[in-house]
Nanobody
Framework: QVHLVESGGGSVQAGGSLRLSCTHS??????????MGWFRQAPGNEREGVVI???????TYADSVKGRFTVSKDNAKNTLYLQMNSLKPEDTAMYYC???????????????????WGQGLQVTVSS
């Protein structure tokens, strides 16, 4: 069992920035195209992928956040970050960190194929 603890959510005006953090217990993702990621879910919507990283830390971003969001990983601290800039009201959602890929995902950003999930963080962007 891998535990994920998220921090950094909050409220911000459009155009602002937030940084999310996800610290995980000891675990190493080896040779996988999908190791960890950030997902979000707005009320009434399905959970969607924001960004995932592979075992080398290479990211795959959703089109909606490309150029605005940046993911990074500090392996020494077991922490995954999501720097969110130029935030828009449509970025408002619960944000979740996930780890531990399940096989068979139809696409890299599919939210249904990760084993471990954080508790979620509310991000609210006002216009």
């Amino acid at each position: 069992q891998v535990h994920l603890v998220e921090s950094g959510g909050g409220s911000v005006q459009a155009g602002g920035s937030l940084r999310l953090s996800c610290t995980h217990s000891e675990w190493t993702c080896r040779r996988s195209t999908r190791c960890m990621g950030w997902f979000r879910q707005a009320p009434g919507n399905e959970r969607e992928g924001v960004v995932i990283i592979d075992s080398d830390g290479r990211p795959t971003y959703a089109d909606s956040v490309k150029g605005r969001f940046t993911v990074s990983k500090d392996n020494a601290k077991n922490t995954l970050y999501l720097q969110m800039n130029s935030l828009k009201p449509e970025d408002t959602a619960m944000y979740y960190c996930a780890a531990g890929p399940r096989p068979g995902a139809p696409s890299p950003l599919d939210a249904g194929f990760f084993i471990w999930w954080g508790q979620g963080l509310q991000v609210t962007v006002s216009s």
